[in-house]
């Protein structure tokens, strides 16, 4: 019943190999990772930032070199970087309000047990699914008065004079994108905050209702105070992924009509793809950059407060 | 014959100095139990025994062969954790065998030890089951069971029993005492609690931050504890410890010692008498439990410890009650300032 | 009896509300196959009604037959496929590595990573064309591989080290002392473990890579290359009349990411990371 055991003490392994082998391992396995990060987002990150003070257009191949801070005075009085940088602000807080609210209502619906729960849980996360090209088409579609019904609907309530494309519209066409950003955007919301519900310990509540709570106080005593943390960093990541999300404007207005809904992020792409000019693309993203980076600053220190709270 | 040596063993994580110059040395076949509050380093201790931990200096011996540099399969030990680490994707059968399947053992001789292992515990009807499917004690059984297949030089136990309820964590025990008569395999057993320290071990390791407080058999710690540390933590109900300048206490001469800062005497050593002056020590009966078997008296002298007395039987001593108590001579241990037990009476 | 009547109030409006957010979620996808479904002479008179008096699959078997539908298709697969099988394996690596070990440079790499996923990806749009182009990897599929994978690391990587540190740590090192060497009991005790982990990250790749528009429309040019949404947003300017097909086109384009959500959804609340594999 004895087992022969390779007990040999170390043999043609001596101890330093082994030290060595014991620092390396980890990089090992992160080796991949961090050579294609490097080389695919970090490389190109700051190759990026050094176009902003750089011309180069590839309509232009000859006028390249050193401009410094031109690119940025060019920005300074770009009235359309304006516009878009209005537009951003209005898109992005369109969308989350909305997501969040309304995600946040869902999740709380969810967090009860009823019959069904199951089904109407996957029927309304489905939005999530969709390929983001394809729900930016679906409700350019679903706008156009021709196939789609809901300019039929508008005019039917008396909210339109008549059945029309609200994305032809350059007063109302940033609605449409943010309305599809909405749809497809509140089941993120809801399975984040759903998670973060469900983790809350049931006897929290058993015991507020003891102590005499009502289910409003449950709410605001219990439930937002332990949502809180969740909330803030969602938000945050939120925010900076839905100012990034140029995909449902450009599929849906292209930025127009007439440049009117173009965000900072739909700009960049435009300047990159139709225009070609790097340098400003460049100028614009770094731009974009600087004000989420103080955004995400300010909703950290925000959260600390949050969290220190509790 | 020694089977494990352990020589100036030291234990840093990065900046924390977590074992002191660690030297031990357990006899082939004996069961040596680690004990200490959490934190002690016990439990780094036998994962470094294990190969689980880097031995930051210091050797660590198996017989005659140095192992710091072995990795644990090298080592011919085996381990039970106290999750147990049975694999979830695994039945109860494979559980058992999966060193073997690394060995690249037969079948036949799979088949044979498995079914061995699993008779000793009891495991022959679950074979086919997982992991999840299991209750708490049957875990435990199988954990114990795949380290019996390995026939290992050294088995490993990692506060085996703390994830069982009371009941079965007696029945373990006992399981695991008869486990060590019938295998004879030296076994390094941490654990934190100390009855079972007191009836598993050959001997007893008591540790405290990072140091080796004291060795040796558990009736002889029990007797003789070498300082206030070790005296403190095994018993129960724990010793008293009572101050020389406690004005409730009052000592024959003979019992006292010049340097004697701090008396101890275990609540099972002291008997009750009237409040007179013949009394080591008179206070009031704060609580009363009784036992049935035994009456514990919680008794109040004026100090912030309450002083605890165990008398057999039933005590029909009231509550808020004056009562004396006398030390039995032989059991006072008697402390100097830096906590170290005198010896000579 | 009072708070009787208001529970079944409060209990009507809830229903109410949950049924408003299942046509809400619904009614754009069901409108997309309706319209797929209904033949090219109704969908002018019957535009706005809601069931099609009569339906039809031309618009399918036009799309599938007659258009670069399954080309695009076949890209798309490939992309897709590619970009969930590497950057799983690599971000699994570094998962791994990062639940199971502390090295130097640890927190470090961390908020390299991290910070890969705050900054605007539209950001090295130009760069990324220009080097690119420089490795002769414009309008090619390798390169919208080697693309997409690199952007989807970072969060597969801390998707793969909440799986792994899922798993304690005591079952590698049980297997370590049966006899495993260290690589032996990832593979043997932890990999089995993690596959739920692992579907739902390739699956989470996938999508991603299937959706992913803008640099696809930057790298790629040339039709036979095009991925899925290259293809339709091209076939979308092209023949902008022909609502049936492009929506024909779009449902077929729903389905694999459906087929995805259904699989995965189930995992989706039930936490990702939570013991799904506890014992």
Redesign the interface.
């Known amino acids: 019943m004895t087992m022969a055991l390779p007990t040999s003490p170390g043999k043609g392994r001596g101890r330093p190999l082994k030290k060595l082998h014991w620092l390396v391992e980890p990089y090992l396995y992160l080796s991949p990772a961090i050579i294609l990060i490097a080389l695919v987002m970090l490389v190109p990150l700051v190759v990026g930032i050094s176009y902003a003070f750089q011309s180069i257009s590839l309509l232009n191949p000859f006028e390249t070199g050193w401009v410094g801070f031109a690119n940025f005075e060019k920005l300074w009085a770009d009235r359309l970087f304006w516009k878009a940088l209005t537009n951003t602000f209005w898109w992005t807080l369109g969308s989350l309000f909305f997501q969040f609210f309304l995600g946040l209502g869902l999740a709380l619906l969810l967090n009860r047990p009823f019959a069904g729960r199951g089904l109407v849980q996957a029927l309304v996360f489905l939005p999530w699914a969709v390929p983001a090209f394809l729900s930016g088409l679906n409700w350019a579609w679903l706008f156009n008065p021709i196939i789609g019904p809901i300019p039929h609907w508008l005019a039917a309530i008396g909210i339109m004079d008549e059945p029309q494309n609200i994305l032809a519209n350059p007063k109302m066409a940033l609605w449409g994108p943010i309305v599809a950003n909405i749809w497809f955007g509140i089941p993120f919301f809801a399975i984040t905050l759903l998670a973060a519900l469900q983790s809350i310990p049931r006897d929290l509540y058993e015991a507020a209702s003891i102590d005499g709570a009502s289910v409003w106080q449950s709410f605001t005593k219990i439930t937002v105070p332990f949502l809180a943390p969740t909330i803030a960093i969602t938000v945050m990541l939120r925010t900076i992924w839905i100012a990034n999300f140029a995909d449902l404007i450009y599929i849906m207005t292209g930025g127009g009509p007439a440049n009117s809904t173009h965000i900072i992020s739909s700009y960049i792409f435009t300047t990159a793809f139709r225009r070609l000019d790097f340098a400003y693309a460049s100028t614009l993203a770094i731009a974009l950059l600087v004000l989420l980076l103080a955004y995400a600053m300010l909703i950290l220190q925000m959260r600390k407060h949050l969290v220190k709270g509790i | 014959m020694t089977a494990i040596t352990l020589n100036s063993i030291n234990k840093s994580f990065g900046p924390v100095h977590v074992l002191k110059d660690i030297s031990l040395e357990f006899n082939k076949g004996e069961f040596v139990v680690l004990v200490g509050p959490s934190g002690c380093g016990k439990s780094t201790l036998l994962r470094m025994i294990?190969?689980?931990e880097?031995v930051s200096s210091g050797d660590l011996i198996f017989g005659e062969?140095?192992?710091?540099?072995?990795?644990?399969?090298?080592?011919?030990?085996?381990?039970v954790?106290?999750?147990?680490?049975?694999?979830?994707?695994m039945n109860v059968e494979r559980n058992l065998g999966?060193?073997l399947e690394?060995?690249k053992r037969d079948a036949a001789e799979k088949q044979k030890?498995t079914s061995h292992a699993a008779g000793i515990l009891g495991l022959d009807k679950l074979l086919d089951r997982f992991?999840?499917a299991l209750s708490g004690g049957q875990?435990q059984r199988v954990a114990m069971g795949?380290a019996i297949v390995?026939?290992?030089q050294i088995f490993l136990f990692d506060e085996p029993l703390s994830n069982l309820d009371a009941a079965l964590r007696i029945e373990m025990r006992i399981e695991i005492a008869k486990l060590h008569q019938r295998l004879g395999t030296t076994m390094v057993y941490v654990t934190h609690d100390q009855v079972e320290a007191m009836t598993l071990a050959d001997r007893i390791v008591v540790m405290n931050a990072g140091n080796v407080e004291q060795v040796g058999t558990p009736l002889d710690l029990y007797s003789n504890p070498a300082n206030l540390f070790v005296a403190g933590f095994l018993g129960s109900p724990k010793m008293n410890f009572v101050s020389h300048d406690d004005p409730a206490l009052s000592l024959p001469k003979a019992l006292t010692h010049p340097k004697a800062k701090t008396y101890g005497i275990r609540p099972e050593h002291i008997q009750v008498t009237a409040p007179d002056d013949n009394a080591h020590l008179i206070g009031t009966i704060d609580v009363v439990e009784r036992l049935g078997s035994d009456t514990i008296f919680y008794i109040n002298h004026g100090a912030k410890q309450p002083f605890v007395v165990r008398v057999p039987g039933i005590d029909r001593t009231a509550l808020g009650e004056k009562i004396g108590c006398i030390f039995q001579p032989n059991d006072l241990h008697r402390f100097n300032a830096d906590g170290q037990s005198i010896s000579e009476k | 009896m009072a708070s009787r009547t208001s529970f079944s109030v409060a209990g009507t409006l809830r229903y109410a509300a949950i049924i408003l957010y299942v046509l809400f979620a619904l009614f754009p996808i069901y409108w997309l196959v309706k319209i797929a479904i209904t033949p090219d002479r109704l969908i002018y008179t019957e535009g706005t009604h809601i069931w099609p008096s009569t339906f039809t699959l031309d618009n399918f078997t036009s799309v599938l037959f007659l258009t670069d539908f399954l080309v695009y298709f076949k890209n798309s697969m490939i992309v897709s496929l590619g970009t969930a099988f590497f950057t799983t394996l690599v971000a699994t690596a570094a998962g791994y590595a990062f639940s199971r070990f502390h090295f130097r440079g640890k927190a470090i790499i961390i908020a390299l990573m991290l910070i890969t996923q705050m900054f605007p990806l539209l950001m090295i749009i130009a760069p990324i064309y220009k080097i690119m182009a420089g490795l002769r990897l414009l309008d090619s599929l390798t390169g919208l591989i080697i693309v997409y994978t690199a952007f989807n690391v970072p969060f597969a990587t801390f998707l793969m080290q909440g799986f792994f540190d899922g798993i304690p740590k005591d079952l590698e090192e049980a297997a370590m002392i049966d006899g495993c060497t260290r690589f032996e009991a990832l593979r043997k005790v932890i990999f089995p473990l993690t596959l739920p982990g692992l579907a739902a990250t390739l699956g989470f790749i996938f999508t991603a890579a299937w959706s992913e528009l803008l640099f696809a429309l930057m790298l790629i040019n040339s039709d036979d290359k095009m991925t899925f949404p290259v293809g339709l947003k091209t076939f979308v300017s092209k023949f902008a009349v022909d609502w049936g097909q492009m929506m024909a086109a779009g449902t077929l384009a729903l389905i694999p990411s459906c087929i995805f959500f259904i699989l995965i959804q189930r995992f989706l609340v039930q936490g990702l990371t939570a013991g799904a594999v506890k014992g």
């Open positions: 294990a190969g689980l880097p062969t140095r192992v710091n540099d072995l990795e644990p399969r090298e080592r011919d030990i085996a381990m954790f106290q999750s147990y680490a049975l694999y979830p994707h999966f060193s690394l060995r030890r992991p999840k875990r795949r390995r026939d290992p």
